[in-house]
């Protein structure tokens, strides 16, 4: 039977945009873009150092030559969130996998940008830039093992047929991913746009912790409000209580993500392990209800 109506139109525009083609596209323009990045910060570093080239942000993205590294990690996060947005609609769990897999590299980037900062000659567990990386260090650990984890359970689930009614949902979430894309291209330009102006107005960024939140705080925030979109929409496609509370144990995933970015210290990369270990819960604990409602 021919779909009417808006579906057949979302479709259409969502394989075209999110397409394989297009994505290997933007792929290589990310790979050659971060490689770019990467030089140029190198290039930053080195006229600062011969005291040609000045920004207000120096003791922190021009302090040593392995904050350059910072620089390709930015670029590639902005590839991954499109990716996120690309996945959004196969499954609330590829989407959730897709925020963890996010704000581990996010940490990784963090640490780069810390090495620089460490003060060797006092005690590793009296500087706060000291204790900062170890945190991280042990903490991208857990993530790593428990995002492992998580997609190990993940691939566990047997998908089920496409029904017209579930069809309508996979396509409401198309509709959704096509109004994120230029949400997301807009909030990082102004973003970017908005930080360039600290560099030339008396205004600045003084901290590591405030760098690393830029773009992200408002990022997570639409995603937040994306996730409870998805949410209130699945209540029309299924009644299942073990699917609603899963769907409901995600978005708070998210949201522990984003009350990460206001915080720093432990209480930083704490936050960011509860949210991975509370999915993975919610994961298990939906599988187990699944597996024995089948043997009912």
């Given at each position: 039977m021919?779909?009417?109506?808006?579906?057949p139109?979302?479709?259409?525009?969502?394989?075209?945009?999110?397409?394989?083609?297009?994505?290997k596209?933007?792929e290589?323009i990310t790979?050659?873009?971060?490689?770019?990045?990467?030089?140029?910060?190198?290039?930053?570093?080195?006229?600062?150092?011969?005291?040609?080239?000045?920004s207000r942000?120096?003791?922190?993205l021009?302090?040593?030559?392995?904050?350059?590294?910072?620089t390709?990690?930015?670029?590639?996060l902005?590839y991954?969130?499109?990716?996120?947005i690309?996945?959004?609609?196969r499954?609330?769990?590829t989407?959730?996998?897709k925020?963890?897999?996010?704000?581990?590299?996010?940490?990784?980037?963090r640490?780069?940008?810390?090495?620089?900062h460490?003060?060797?000659?006092?005690?590793?567990f009296t500087?706060p830039?000291?204790?900062q990386?170890?945190?991280?260090?042990?903490g991208?650990l857990?993530?790593?093992f428990?995002?492992?984890l998580f997609n190990?359970s993940?691939?566990k689930?047997v998908?089920g047929k496409?029904?017209?009614?579930?069809?309508?949902?996979v396509n409401?979430?198309?509709?959704?991913?096509?109004?994120?894309?230029?949400?997301?291209?807009?909030?990082?330009?102004?973003t970017?746009?908005?930080?360039?102006?600290t560099?030339?107005?008396?205004?600045?960024?003084t901290?590591?912790?405030h760098l690393?939140?830029?773009?992200?705080n408002?990022?997570?925030?639409i995603?937040?409000?994306a996730?409870v979109?998805?949410?209130?929409?699945?209540?029309?496609?299924?009644?299942?209580?073990?699917?609603?509370?899963?769907?409901?144990?995600?978005?708070?995933?998210?949201i522990l993500?984003?009350l990460s970015f206001?915080?720093?210290?432990?209480?930083?990369i704490?936050l960011?392990i509860s949210?991975?270990t509370f999915?993975?819960?919610v994961l298990?604990i939906?599988q187990?209800?699944e597996?024995s409602r089948?043997?009912?």
């Amino acid at each position: 039977m021919e779909r009417k109506g808006w579906q057949p139109w979302v479709e259409k525009v969502f394989f075209r945009v999110f397409s394989e083609s297009n994505r290997k596209t933007i792929e290589r323009i990310t790979i050659n873009v971060a490689v770019a990045g990467f030089i140029i910060h190198l290039l930053l570093i080195l006229l600062k150092n011969y005291d040609i080239f000045h920004s207000r942000m120096d003791n922190i993205l021009l302090a040593d030559p392995i904050s350059a590294i910072y620089t390709p990690f930015s670029i590639i996060l902005i590839y991954e969130i499109y990716l996120l947005i690309h996945f959004l609609p196969r499954s609330f769990t590829t989407a959730v996998s897709k925020q963890f897999e996010i704000i581990s590299l996010i940490v990784i980037r963090r640490i780069f940008g810390e090495i620089p900062h460490i003060d060797l000659m006092a005690s590793w567990f009296t500087a706060p830039q000291n204790l900062q990386l170890i945190y991280d260090l042990i903490g991208i650990l857990i993530l790593f093992f428990l995002i492992y984890l998580f997609n190990k359970s993940r691939e566990k689930i047997v998908k089920g047929k496409l029904s017209e009614r579930l069809q309508r949902f996979v396509n409401s979430k198309r509709a959704l991913s096509l109004v994120l894309l230029p949400v997301l291209i807009f909030t990082s330009l102004y973003t970017l746009i908005a930080w360039l102006q600290t560099q030339f107005s008396g205004a600045s960024i003084t901290s590591s912790f405030h760098l690393n939140s830029i773009f992200y705080n408002e990022f997570f925030t639409i995603l937040i409000l994306a996730d409870v979109f998805i949410l209130l929409l699945s209540f029309q496609y299924t009644e299942r209580y073990s699917q609603l509370i899963r769907n409901t144990g995600f978005v708070i995933c998210t949201i522990l993500i984003r009350l990460s970015f206001a915080t720093n210290g432990l209480t930083n990369i704490a936050l960011i392990i509860s949210s991975v270990t509370f999915g993975l819960l919610v994961l298990r604990i939906y599988q187990a209800t699944e597996a024995s409602r089948k043997l009912e």
